[in-house]
């Protein structure tokens, strides 16, 4: 549901009114973005630190996270219910039902969380969106205002 809203019909003082609310939603909507950038560049760290290195040879032996070897009796590590890798207790978060996920995983699965990325996912399986990029009404708004201007 799409309104149109003709600025010109507006007063002096409306026009004002509305150009500081939209002015206040494009902070806060430049904040949501800092902060999303944030998590997501804290997110990356704990990947590139907790990724395996392609270079190095590894084994089932050895900890896919942080490269310790891996003990046949004890310390023997566990497998990551998402990722399927091998890693050490110390690389390892311990959730219900017995679910074992290793930290890079879990950092994904809280950056998504905390994001509300896992949120537009399951929307967009849900419904088909348009190609390009999606305007709101304060976005379309502030330019009609720019244009005024």
Same mark, same amino acid.
């Given at each position: &549901?799409? &309104?149109?809203?003709?600025?010109?019909?507006?007063?002096?003082?409306?026009?004002?009114?509305v150009?500081?609310?939209?002015q206040?939603?494009?902070?806060?909507?430049?904040?949501?973005?800092? @902060?999303?950038?944030?998590?997501?560049s804290?997110?990356q760290?704990?990947?590139?630190?907790?990724?395996?290195?392609?270079q190095?040879?590894?084994?089932? +032996?050895?900890?896919? +996270?942080?490269?310790t070897?891996?003990?046949?009796?004890?310390?023997?590590?566990?497998?990551?219910?998402?990722?399927?890798h091998?890693?050490?207790?110390?690389?390892?978060?311990?959730?219900k039902?017995?679910?074992? @996920?290793?930290?890079?995983?879990?950092?994904? +699965?809280? &950056?998504k969380?905390?994001?509300?990325?896992?949120?537009?996912?399951?929307?967009?399986?849900?419904?088909?969106?348009?190609?390009g990029?999606?305007e709101?009404?304060?976005?379309?708004?502030?330019?009609?205002?720019?244009?005024? +201007?």
């Amino acid at each position: &549901m799409e &309104m149109e809203v003709d600025i010109k019909s507006l007063k002096n003082l409306e026009r004002e009114n509305v150009l500081e609310v939209l002015q206040r939603d494009e902070k806060l909507r430049k904040a949501e973005e800092e @902060r999303l950038r944030k998590l997501k560049s804290e997110y990356q760290e704990i990947w590139r630190n907790g990724t395996k290195i392609s270079q190095q040879a590894f084994s089932s +032996r050895s900890c896919a +996270r942080c490269q310790t070897t891996l003990g046949l009796v004890f310390k023997v590590g566990v497998v990551c219910s998402y990722c399927s890798h091998k890693v050490c207790h110390e690389c390892c978060v311990y959730k219900k039902n017995n679910v074992w @996920r290793c930290m890079v995983c879990q950092a994904h +699965r809280q &950056m998504k969380e905390k994001s509300g990325e896992w949120f537009i996912e399951e929307r967009a399986k849900k419904f088909q969106q348009e190609k390009g990029k999606h305007e709101t009404v304060s976005e379309k708004l502030l330019q009609t205002f720019q244009t005024l +201007r």
